[in-house]
């Protein structure tokens, strides 16, 4: 199975940064629909195959289903192609790092896409998962109740913010993977067990969270707009952290920076001058 070594697949990233920025708005939009509207669809299934299965017996296992079902949405979002704000968190500063795009493109970008998002996950929400019945049958309610009130209500704001860190830079560890595999069957795997591992973590990504809360708000749940408002300013500030930081700022460091001069050491002798004193010459004017 072909696939890029890291600084190749730092290039790719800095150039998918780069057509990112430059998307014009409206295709922006449309595309950022979509992935809100990708993420949330993986969000719904989620909370439908691990729902009806108690704690007390099964432990952790409804967690582990969770995120083994929930990475459905990030293969979406990458091979049918779309705008998720918690990737560009890390390719687009990559571009701005690299001085590809200016800073102005990136909060422009950053606002659509948000904008999108949060459009495409309400869409879900409230006409797929609660007009339909899909989640406010007994079972799934149940299961969402709890991700909802563990997300809105119990987290602290520090815990959603650190919550939030580690989730983007698993998410955008696996958006950095899927740009180095050559083919649709390595970026899968690739996407998978990063995916899999932030939310059997219980970690806070913005954009799931604006699928779980809406659509407890929507059933009737015990939770407020408040609620949900809170959890994504901390979850998206902890997300861009993760990711400008972790994942961007840090393999833009490492593959994509000049690399600065080595410096000399005391006695070291110049690499001019190395053959001639090997050679027992001597090389000074």
Known sequence: ????????????????????????????????????????????????????????????????????????????????????????MALVPMAAMSGRVPLRSLFANFGIVVAGNILGSLFV????????????????????????????????????????????????????MALAAEDVGGKILAIFFPIMGFVALGFDHVIANMFFIPAGIFAGLDVTWLDALRNWLWAGLGNLVGAALFVGAAYWYLYARDPAPERSEPGDVPPERAGGVAAGRDTRA
């Open 125 to 176: 929400a409230f006409f797929l998962a609660v007009q339909t019945g899909v989640i406010t049958a007994e079972a799934p309610l149940a299961r969402l109740e709890t991700i909802v009130h563990l997300k809105a209500i119990e987290e602290t704001a520090w815990q959603v913010f650190l919550r939030g860190m580690g989730a983007n830079w698993l998410v955008c560890l696996a958006v950095f």
């Open 1 to 88: 199975m072909a696939a890029k070594t890291p600084p190749e697949t730092t290039k790719a990233a800095i150039e998918t940064g780069v057509k990112k920025a430059r998307l014009r708005w409206d295709k922006a939009l449309v595309a950022s629909f979509l992935a809100g509207a990708y993420i949330a669809l993986a969000g719904l299934l989620a909370v439908v195959v691990s729902s009806g299965l108690n704690r007390e017996i099964w432990g952790n296992l409804p967690t582990f289903i969770t995120g083994t079902v929930f990475s459905l949405g990030l293969v979406l979002v990458v091979i049918a192609g779309s705008e998720l704000l918690t990737g560009n």
